[in-house]
């Protein structure tokens, strides 16, 4: 049986004008994570109608991947980095489960 892929998919708010700060931190993050067993995919996106949402969506083999990226060096000094431009505490994002598609 094929076993799904895990996705995760949140909203990050910066403070306001601090978007595209927290937007370049979160590139250089998966830049680090880009190498990291079982990464398909880490997309940094701004949503279009609100200049302080910055958007990650992630794909990876399977949940016990990406949490061992945590682990890649220099991604909990970028967290840390990332952590006083944000409006608020950061929300739990949207885990998924994959079950296909074009490019998985």
Do not use: F
């Not at 700060?21 to 994570?33: G, H, K």
């Not at 302080?52 to 970028?78: A, F, M, Q, Y």
């Amino acid at each position: 049986m094929h076993m799904n892929k895990y996705g995760l998919h949140g909203k990050l708010t910066a403070k306001p004008s601090h978007a595209d700060d927290l937007a370049s931190i979160l590139i250089r993050a998966s830049n680090l994570v880009s190498t990291a067993k079982g990464c398909h995919l880490y997309l940094v996106s701004k949503e279009e109608n609100d200049p302080n949402s910055v958007w990650i969506t992630e794909l990876w083999d399977c949940k016990e991947d990406h949490d061992n990226s945590l682990l890649v060096p220099g991604v909990r000094e970028l967290i840390s980095e990332a952590m006083p431009l944000l409006e608020g505490s950061p929300q739990k994002g949207q885990e998924l489960s994959v079950l296909g598609g074009y490019g998985v």
